[in-house]
Nanobody
């Protein structure tokens, strides 16, 4: 387990941008495949993006492809989610997750942050 803390959420207008950060403590995040998920009230947790340990391989949900970019800085033990061209449907609680196996499902991830709220107003 590695404690994860997300930050960077907030209120933004349609078309705006936000950058979320996820910082780990206690263990190096480069041991893990990292991912971002999101969950709106009354819905299941939804895959957003994942990144390999080296950062060379990424995968995105179709709904965010071309607008969101996941990246990592292993020297800073931090993973980022740059979100551009935000839409009202992006409004959600965003979680970062760490795991030994990459997946578009939340199950294989063994560590989760507390979430950071992103609200996109129209």
């Amino acid at each position: 387990q590695v404690p994860l803390v997300e930050s960077g959420g907030g209120l933004v207008q349609v078309g705006g941008s936000l950058r979320l950060s996820c910082t780990g403590s206690g263990r190096a995040l480069n041991l893990y495949i990292m991912a971002w998920f999101r969950q709106a009230p009354g819905t299941e947790r939804e895959f957003v993006a994942t990144i390999s340990r080296s950062g060379l391989s990424t995968n995105y949900a179709d709904s965010v492809k071309g607008r969101f970019t996941i990246s990592r800085d292993n020297a800073k033990n931090t993973v980022y989610l740059q979100m551009n061209s935000l839409k009202p449907e992006d409004t959600s609680l965003y979680y970062c997750a760490a795991g030994a196996i990459g997946s578009m499902s939340p199950g294989p991830y063994t560590a989760w942050g507390q979430g950071t709220q992103v609200t996109v107003s129209s």
